[in-house]
């Protein structure tokens, strides 16, 4: 079987060279290549003997654009790619001033099935591979022709839920000579595996962790997220306090706010509560969500001064919240829509 040459890391290559009697420096040149884009051959310092070793024992796959739309307001470029399969998935780059940011998916579908979102439709069909993960900013760069300073985990699929592969995309993703994108860029977001939560402390990628809470009781949580029956809120922010003091990371959590189910004075009371418990003392920040109303959920956004307030509440308590500015409105730049609408038109 042959080898994703794209999931492999330098010292990987390099092993591989020397198993065909090859010089083992070409190792960082193709590496370098990779990480660009190129097509074997497009490696001009490669010889042609020494490429098609690499075609008989590996093969390398760049996603193909199936459709890309951009925003006509802000900028923001949102991706369908089509894999070697046929698994369409999702990925957005956002303009910043300090530089461009991409939101990546980890699985084609995801079966945690949070109901207020759009990536759970239709569930999971597999995990990404660790260069199918590296390949969405690979080719949303050359496409752009710009450089991609940030990564977001929190496109399709759940990334502790791909943990193996995750991992090694995380050590491909920083390494030298290739996107070389530093670790405090990088923000993974988890609906809350406690236990692959506490694994991840002890990898030590300063990354930033993301935890989508959205609720601050067990059965407002359970009722839209499943993965609270497997672990509650105390066990996820116990994970969380424990990721803290490994890492010293501040973490973030995100909050979406459904009208009339999660968004009340009484709600922001309750979550300022439940989070001062674990993290007094401690800085965290809380990512306000105004719900995009998913036509398949049938969830609503309360009012602007619903979410004032809410915040209001929150800072009121100490606790550090703003309300997440959203971008490519024009183009649903949220990530599972457009997989979800191509999905429907197949059927």
């Known amino acids: 079987m042959k080898k994703e040459i794209l999931s492999m890391t330098v010292e990987e290559l390099e092993e591989l ?44 796959y760049y996603p193909e654009i199936a459709q890309k739309y951009v925003s006509a307001i802000d900028g923001t470029v949102k991706y369908l790619f089509s894999m070697h399969d046929g698994q369409l998935i999702e990925s957005v780059v956002m303009r910043y001033k300090h530089g461009n940011s991409i ?3 980890s699985q084609a579908g995801c079966r945690m099935g949070c109901r207020f979102c759009a990536s759970t439709i239709g569930g999971k069909i597999r995990d990404l591979s660790a260069g199918e993960i590296l ?6 760069q050359k496409d752009l022709s710009q450089r991609i300073d940030n990564v977001v985990m929190m496109g399709i699929g759940e990334p502790l839920d791909n943990y193996k592969n995750v991992i090694r995309f995380l050590n491909l993703v920083g390494a030298k000579g290739g996107l070389n994108i530093g670790y405090r860029h990088i923000s993974l977001s988890t609906c809350g595996l406690a ?28 009722e839209i997220m499943p993965i609270n029956k497997k672990w509650c809120i105390d066990e996820l922010l116990l994970a969380c306090r424990k990721y803290f003091d490994e890492t010293g990371r501040r973490i973030s ?15 922001a009371i309750k979550l300022s509560k ?26 609503k956004q309360g009012s602007e001064k619903s979410i004032q307030t809410f915040i209001a509440i929150l800072e009121q308590n100490g606790i550090n919240a703003t309300k997440r500015r959203r971008l490519g409105s024009d183009i649903n730049a949220s990530c599972g829509q457009l997989r979800a609408a191509n999905a429907t038109k197949k059927g």
């Open 253 to 267: 959590f995100e909050y979406t706010l459904i009208h009339e189910k999660n968004d009340t004075p009484a709600h």
């Open 17 to 60: 060279l020397l198993s065909i009697g090859e010089k083992k420096y070409k190792a960082k040149q193709i590496f370098a290549w990779l990480h660009k884009g190129a097509t074997f051959e497009e490696m001009s310092d490669i010889s042609k003997k020494t490429r098609e070793k690499l075609k008989e024992l590996t093969f390398l």
């Open 274 to 299: 439940l989070l001062l418990k674990y993290f007094k003392g401690v800085p965290f920040h809380v990512n306000l969500i105004p719900v995009n109303e998913v036509a398949e959920r049938g969830f």
């Open 103 to 105: 939101c990546i998916s």
């Open 135 to 140: 390949s969405q900013i690979i080719a949303a």
């Open 195 to 222: 236990d692959k939560i506490e694994c991840l402390a002890k990898e030590n990628f300063p990354i930033t962790l993301s935890i989508s809470l959205h609720a601050s009781s067990d059965e407002e949580r359970s």
